[in-house]
């Protein structure tokens, strides 16, 4: 596609419910990366792929969270257990590996765990 | 470990006025750094990057940004703002492959 598309747009769960947010990047895209934002913050990295393997998965915030990228171009972040303090906006990006600092955003999926 | 500051929460100016977001980092070598704006539901979309070269960039626009080694800056400029620009504005440094630390934004509105 033309560019990072994420879906779905916004999921509404409840606590200890499991989800799963997906990332189709740019195509020819090595690298991805998934960061959560939350409300009045900035962006927070969470884990970065190049190719099919997590080349840095350092700011995953605990072992409830676990990301995927099993053809290198498609990513699905899961999310289990879900708690309040989960609720953000997850955003994704996508960079070529000529250019791995140049980050092209996606429109961010909106979660809210009630 | 790499930080961002942006300093000012929420900036206003008038249309037409000058504008500068201030941003201080901290990195133990020449950083990436960029500038991104942020719109209400959409994504993040990138005005400018420094990576090496001449400390002035330019982005889109119309916005520049100057990288200062000895005050650790990276400030986002516009010499007349209009309308359409208000946002939130994020000032990022990139380290290693590609992962970067962002401020946590500026908001700005603009008064007709």
């Known amino acids: 596609g033309a560019g990072v598309s994420q879906t779905p747009s916004n999921k509404v769960t409840e606590k200890g419910k499991y989800v799963e947010l997906r990332c189709d990047p740019i195509?020819?895209?090595?690298?991805l990366y998934w960061y959560r934002q939350s409300l009045g913050q900035g962006p927070e990295f969470l884990i970065y792929?190049?190719?099919?393997?997590?080349?840095?998965d350092s700011g995953l915030p605990n072992d409830r969270f676990f990301a995927v990228r099993p053809e290198g171009s498609v990513s699905t972040l899961k999310i289990q257990r879900t708690e309040r303090g989960d609720s953000a906006v997850y955003l994704c990006?996508?960079?070529?590996?000529?250019?791995?600092?140049?980050?092209?955003f996606g429109p961010g999926t909106r979660l809210t765990v009630l | 470990a790499q930080s961002v500051t942006q300093p000012d929460i929420h900036i206003t100016v008038s249309e037409g006025a000058s504008l500068e977001l201030r941003c201080n980092y901290s990195?133990?070598?020449?950083?990436?750094l960029f500038w991104y704006v942020q719109s209400p539901g959409q994504g993040l979309q990138l005005l400018l990057k420094?990576?090496?070269?001449?400390?002035l960039v330019q982005g889109i626009k119309g916005f520049e940004a100057e990288f200062k080694r000895s005050q650790s800056s990276f400030n986002l400029r516009k010499p007349s703002v209009h309308w359409s620009d208000a946002a939130e504005y994020f000032c990022?440094?990139?380290?290693?492959?590609?992962?970067?630390?962002f401020g946590d934004g500026t908001t700005l509105t603009v008064k007709p």
């Open positions: 990195y133990g070598a020449t950083p990436y």
């Open positions: 990006a996508s960079s070529s590996s000529g250019s791995l600092h140049e980050q092209f």
């Open positions: 195509s020819g895209h090595t690298a």
């Open positions: 792929f190049q190719g099919t393997g997590a080349a840095d």
């Open positions: 420094y990576f090496s070269g001449d400390t």
């Open positions: 990022a440094v990139g380290a290693n492959a590609g992962k970067s630390t």
